[in-house]
């Protein structure tokens, strides 16, 4: 409940056609969410241009940077 960002690196392989029940919970509870490219839960925020919350490669994704991006923006 306090958290302003929830971090989903999940498998695109796995979650290509899944959902995340974290996914659905952060989205009601206005969360911002980070995904992984190639999954559902990207596709359906690309649906609202938050491309910048897809992440394509999380092993070279600098996360405290990004994070304090966002927060900028």
């Given at each position: 409940m ?24 952060g989205?009601?509870?206005?969360k ?42």
């Open positions: 306090k958290s302003q960002i929830i971090v989903l690196p999940y498998s695109n392989k796995l979650y290509r056609e899944r959902t995340s029940g974290i996914f659905i919970e989205i009601v509870m206005k911002i969410i980070l995904v992984t490219s190639g999954t559902w839960m990207a596709k359906e925020l690309k649906k609202f241009k938050l491309n910048e919350l897809i992440i394509k490669n999380w092993n070279n994704y600098l996360l405290e940077q990004n994070i304090n991006k966002i927060f900028s923006d």
